[in-house]
């Protein structure tokens, strides 16, 4: 992409569609302003397309320790005025949720990933998402 059209895609806030190389690194914050992490990396379904989770980073110095956080991608939304995405959590809901290290995400949709989909609904279900 020509620096040109980066610098128009810069300024698209009522588009409807995101790039996901612009999803990455945006903030995500609780309703009360706080941030809690960005994004890292986004989980999307090999063959129907969709966005299943965005991955959020949380923690750790200098990637040690990083725990990183499935957050199902209809519990986001986007709040233009704040540059990134609100969650319905707090600190210590976010400390509860299912996480994992950097070994243990690249299993996120392998072959059992039906028990860590469980699980993360599960959890979330709590937070308004719809358990299926």
């Known amino acids: 992409?020509?620096?040109e059209l980066m610098e128009q895609a810069a300024d698209t806030h009522d588009h409807k569609f995101i790039l996901a190389?612009?999803?990455?690194?945006?903030p995500v914050f609780n309703p009360a302003g706080d941030?809690?992490?960005?994004?890292?990396?986004?989980?999307v379904d090999r063959y129907d397309g969709t966005v299943n989770y965005a991955i959020m980073s949380f923690g750790g110095f200098l990637g040690i320790g990083k725990k990183f956080h499935?957050?199902?991608?209809?519990?986001?939304?986007y709040d233009p005025e704040?540059?990134?995405y609100v969650v319905p959590l707090d600190k210590e809901a976010l400390a509860g949720a299912p996480h994992?290290?950097?070994e243990e995400l690249v299993k996120l949709g392998g072959p059992s990933h039906e028990s860590y989909?469980?699980?993360?609904?599960?959890?979330y279900g709590r937070y308004g998402l719809p358990v299926v």
């Open 21 to 26: 190389s612009r999803v990455e690194g945006t």
């Open 117 to 123: 989909q469980s699980h993360i609904v599960e959890y």
């Open 100 to 102: 994992y290290d950097s």
């Open 35 to 43: 941030r809690m992490g960005h994004i890292d990396d986004l989980s």
């Open 82 to 84: 704040r540059g990134g």
């Open 1 to 3: 992409m020509t620096e």
């Open 70 to 77: 499935p957050l199902p991608w209809a519990l986001l939304d």
